[in-house]
C-alpha cells in the first residue's frame, strides 16, 4: 500500500489568511492525488483531483500543487465556511487517504 | 441532482451479517462505478471496494476481501455491500461513493450520507 503522511493534524488560523496543508507518498504517485473536504457531521466532497485541477463548482480560493511524493492544498482568504476536515487520497495504485488536518478558525 | 441515499444505521451483534444500501438518483447508474469508504475515528478513511454497476465487476481492498462482498441492482440503481462475520472493529460510518468519469474510477465527486454500522452485543 501507498501510504500518505498528511500535516498538519489540526490548524487555526483566521479570517482571511491563507493556510497550507501538506501530503507526503510513500512513493511516487504521478500526481494522481486527490483533496476531499468533510464538513462536520457530513460526507467528504471533493476538491481537487489530479493535483491541480478544481472540481466543478469549487471556489477558485482552493488549489493544489505538487508533484512525486509531495503535495499540497492552499486555501486563500479564508472564509468561515471552510471549517472542515480535509483529506487528501492517493489514487495512483488502490486507494489510500492521509489522516486528516481539521481546520478551525481562531 | 445526483443523489446517494444510503440505508439508515445498524445495530447488530458480533458474528452476524448486515447488508448496507445505496440508492443512486439524478444520473444513469450504469455510468459510473461505485466505490465503499469506511470512516473510523481510529483508522480514518479506509477504501473497502469497487463495483462496476454496469458489468457487476468488483474489485477490493485486499484488506476487506471475505469481509465484504459488493452487488448492485440495476433495475433499482441501487448498490449493496454486505459484510460478514462481523467485529466490534468494524463499527464505523460506510460510505458508498459514485466515480467521476474520465479520470479514475478512484476519484469520488459523490458521497452518500454515510450508513452507521455499530457491531455490540
Known amino acids: 500500500d501507498i501510504q500518505m503522511t498528511q500535516s498538519p493534524a489540526s490548524l487555526s488560523a483566521s479570517l482571511g489568511e491563507t493556510v497550507t496543508i501538506e501530503c507526503r507518498a510513500s512513493?511516487?504517485?504521478?500526481?494522481?492525488l486527490a483533496w476531499y473536504q468533510q464538513k462536520p457531521g457530513k460526507s467528504p466532497q471533493l476538491l481537487i483531483y489530479n493535483a491541480n485541477s478544481l472540481h466543478t463548482g469549487v471556489p477558485s480560493r482552493f488549489s493544489g500543487s505538487g508533484s512525486g511524493t509531495q503535495y499540497s492544498l492552499k486555501i486563500n482568504s479564508l472564509q468561515s465556511e471552510d471549517v472542515a476536515s480535509y483529506f487528501c487520497?492517493?489514487?495512483?495504485?488502490?486507494?489510500?487517504f492521509g489522516s486528516g488536518t481539521k481546520l478551525e478558525i481562531k | 441532482q445526483v443523489q446517494l441515499q444510503q440505508s439508515g444505521a445498524e445495530l447488530v451483534k458480533p458474528g452476524t451479517s448486515v447488508k448496507l444500501s445505496c440508492k443512486a438518483s439524478g444520473y444513469t447508474f450504469t455510468s459510473n462505478h461505485m466505490n465503499w469508504i469506511k470512516q473510523t475515528t481510529g483508522q480514518g478513511l479506509e477504501w473497502i471496494g469497487i463495483?462496476?454497476?454496469?458489468?457487476?465487476?468488483?474489485s477490493y481492498n485486499v484488506k476487506f476481501k471475505g469481509k465484504a462482498t459488493l452487488t448492485v441492482d440495476k433495475s433499482s440503481s441501487t448498490a449493496f455491500m454486505q459484510l460478514s462475520s462481523l467485529t466490534p472493529e468494524d463499527s464505523a460510518v460506510y460510505y458508498c461513493?459514485?466515480?467521476?468519469?474520465?479520470?479514475?474510477?478512484?476519484?469520488?465527486?459523490?458521497w452518500g450520507q454515510g450508513a452507521s454500522v455499530t457491531v455490540s452485543s
Open positions: 463495483i462496476n454497476p454496469g458489468s457487476g465487476g468488483t
Open positions: 461513493a459514485r466515480s467521476v468519469r474520465g479520470i479514475t474510477s478512484y476519484v469520488m465527486d459523490a
Open positions: 512513493e511516487d504517485i504521478y500526481n494522481g
Open positions: 487520497q492517493q489514487y495512483y495504485d488502490y486507494p489510500t
